[in-house]
């Protein structure tokens, strides 16, 4: 491991990591190569960080791997996508067994291709018994579709007497989103160099630490990952009280 992974300190990480993974397309344009090749490219990335991750005994990491926007994306990319999504998950069951992962989704992933959604319910189930990290995986997310979903939720049980308005609160919201079993996120990577959150899990990062790195997600190595925990690390989380409130906890 690197010098920088030794300097990562086991009392200061991140409980949830959440990363967008931006930046397989442009990758894949400067190697002279089709978006899809991208995609292929940012899978290897993923298992590399999934496994750091394990390593540093990071307890949730959450991955945005489809949002509802990019079915606006031309047809073969989505069809190519989806067939690497099922190829992944059946290549892969046997290494999140092996490191102990449980496999999450979140998203309306009841409207993926049927392919798709059974070979994701196969491989969450194989893993349900799993105690190690919950590796959860966005697909057909967004975070204002989850919103308005849980409004909908809401209303149906307010309308048939199950809940009152005035006893709606943060915990019932919370009840009611995609990532209800999911603490909120402590670190927000997004890779690609752009600067903005993008629809990703808007409830759960409001006091979320963010990081934005240049760096194609292809590019995105250990090295680029333990920089990303170590600048977490230097960072004072607040939480609306003062320094020496937190100082004096």
Avoid: C
């Avoid at 019932?172 to 209800?180: A, V």
């Amino acid at each position: 491991m690197t010098d920088l992974y030794q300097k990562i300190s086991e009392k200061k990480l991140p409980k949830h990591v959440a990363i967008i993974m931006d930046g397989n397309g442009r990758w894949a344009k400067k190697q002279g190569k089709n978006r899809v090749f991208g995609h292929h490219q940012g899978v290897k990335t993923v298992r590399k960080i999934v496994e750091d991750s394990v390593r540093l005994k990071i307890k949730y990491l959450s991955l945005y791997t489809f949002s509802t926007e990019n079915w606006n994306r031309p047809k073969d990319e989505v069809d190519a996508l989806m067939h690497l999504l099922v190829e992944t998950l059946n290549e892969q069951v046997h290494d999140l067994m092996k490191q102990n992962i449980r496999l999450n989704a979140i998203g309306a992933i009841t409207e993926l291709p049927y392919e798709t959604y059974q070979t994701l319910q196969k491989v969450m189930k194989q893993t349900a018994d799993n105690n190690g990290m919950v590796l959860s995986i966005a697909l057909n997310y967004g975070g204002r579709h989850e919103i308005v979903n849980m409004v909908k939720e809401l209303a149906k049980k307010v309308k048939n007497n199950i809940i009152l308005p005035e006893n709606i609160d943060e915990n019932k919201i919370n009840l009611h989103l995609y990532t209800h079993n999911l603490p909120d996120v402590d670190l927000m990577i997004r890779t690609g160099g752009e600067q903005r959150i993008s629809n990703f899990l808007l409830w759960k990062i409001a006091y979320a630490e963010l990081y934005f790195t240049d760096m194609l997600w292809p590019d995105f190595n250990t090295e680029a990952y333990m920089q990303a925990i170590a600048d977490y690390q230097t960072r004072e989380r607040r939480f609306g009280k003062t320094s020496e409130q937190i100082n004096n906890e």
